[in-house]
């Protein structure tokens, strides 16, 4: 499963909140971005170049997410190279022939595979709340939750997060997106209503 929220900031502004920072490659694929939004979405327009070659041979054949996950490799890495990189962070999920897949690719090409990822803030907030929480045999429900902590706790401490989210999943059936929907939100915390500086209530220092 992936999940993202749904927000593209331009500069300090958060500018655009209904953006899709998770596609579908072909059947079995979902890539998950953060980043430059419109670097991601010329890897899109690649990754439809490269399944629109799967439909035109018309031979039964479709990529494997673990083959998608080693073209967008050499993508970044030979973009990187050229000193002109794709400023994306991507996560590649998928699900072909009993077998799921997870990996990550960087701007520069470094890539690996692991049980969760996390990109950009999600790597310090909520790589944490995945080692503890994780199993491997989670139900669906589980796993959504998870992520739903996740963001929710992203939501709450980084000021480039939206609680409006996306969540996808990629099985032997084939891959889905939710709709995008909104975490529900609690503020009353002590941490969050305790004043650490700043102007008191009654207007003084």
């Given at each position: 499963m992936?999940?993202?929220?749904?927000?593209?900031?331009?500069?300090?502004?958060?500018?655009?909140?209904?953006?899709?920072?998770?596609?579908?490659?072909?059947?079995?694929?979902?890539?998950?971005?953060?980043?430059?939004?419109?670097?991601?979405?010329?890897?899109?327009?690649?990754?439809?170049?490269?399944?629109?070659?799967?439909?035109?041979n018309d031979d039964g054949f479709s990529h494997a997410p673990h083959e998608i996950f080693h073209y967008l490799r050499a993508i970044m890495y030979q973009r990187r190279n050229k000193m002109n990189p794709l400023w994306n962070d991507l996560i590649v999920a998928g699900h072909k022939d009993g077998k799921s897949f997870l990996g990550n690719v960087d701007l520069i090409g470094t890539a690996f595979e692991d049980d969760f990822l996390a990109t950009g803030f999600g790597s310090y907030l909520a790589i944490p709340i995945l080692r503890k929480k994780w199993r491997p045999d989670m139900e669906e429900g589980e796993a959504r939750a998870l992520l739903e902590e996740c963001l929710r706790v992203l939501f709450y401490r980084d000021c480039r997060a939206l609680n409006k989210i996306r969540i996808a999943k990629a099985t032997a059936e084939g891959t889905a997106i939710s709709p995008a929907y909104t975490l529900a939100t609690n503020w009353e915390s002590a941490s969050f209503e305790t004043i650490k500086g700043g102007l008191d209530g009654d207007g003084g220092w």
């Open positions: 992936l999940a993202a929220d749904t927000l593209a900031s331009y500069g300090t502004l958060a500018m655009f909140k209904d953006v899709e920072r998770i596609a579908k490659v072909g059947d079995h694929t979902l890539i998950g971005a953060g980043g430059e939004f419109s670097d991601f979405q010329k890897i899109q327009r690649l990754m439809d170049d490269l399944t629109g070659i799967d439909r035109n």
